[in-house]
């Protein structure tokens, strides 16, 4: 439920936006380079428009975007924890265009629609679509702010890494450690198993 961070460099041209190739990089999801990270946006999600007003920047994503996540079987609708799931990447996937567009300070604040095409008229998205609990489908997503809670910075990459030590939650932990220069990580399994077999405990 974190973010995590890549870092690229853009060739622009002519008729471009910074903006604009932000959120296709965004879109297109982490690269070979950095196989640690997963996409929240599904594969077929499309950018359509990114254009700015003021302080706020309006993105526009084909429909694609609230359709099947990657990984989820064919009857993921009738899944709970899928839904649940789908729900968390969206809002995910929304807190990564903000806090990329508003990095610069040129903007703060994201308003994101959906549309079927270029020539389609831009849509709000209801709220159950990142909440299931809100059924209401007057409920739309307004133009959302920065919120740095769900960035893994180096403090709370530390916290979770001592926490799941603490809980032995030797899987979590493996996510959060990268190997020592010129080291290669183990195997989860071989991680594991080296932790229980070293029976070193964190006790607060």
Do not use: C
Request: charged share 25%; hydrophobic share 40%.
């Amino acid at each position: 439920g974190l973010l995590g961070a890549q870092r690229v460099e853009l060739d622009l041209k002519r008729e471009e936006t910074i903006a604009t190739r932000i959120v296709q990089h965004l879109v297109k999801g982490p690269d070979i380079a950095h196989d640690r990270l997963s996409g929240v946006f599904p594969q077929g999600t499309q950018v359509i428009s990114v254009t700015g007003e003021g302080r706020t920047a309006f993105v526009t994503l084909s429909e694609a975007f609230l359709g099947k996540p990657d990984g989820a079987p064919a009857d993921w609708e009738d899944l709970t924890v899928w839904q649940e799931e789908a729900a968390l990447r969206r809002r995910l996937a929304i807190q990564s265009l903000v806090l990329s567009l508003t990095e610069d300070g040129r903007y703060q604040r994201v308003q994101l629609y959906v549309a079927d095409n270029d020539d389609d008229l831009p849509r709000r998205i209801a709220m159950a679509w990142f909440d299931p609990s809100m059924a209401d489908p007057k409920i739309v997503l307004t133009a959302s702010p920065r919120d740095e809670k769900i960035m893994l910075t180096p403090y709370k990459a530390m916290t979770m890494i001592l926490e799941a030590w603490q809980k032995r939650d030797f899987d979590t932990l493996y996510l959060l450690l990268a190997p020592g220069k010129g080291k290669a990580m183990p195997a989860p399994s071989e991680f594991a198993a080296e932790m229980k077999d070293t029976d070193v405990s964190l006790l607060e």
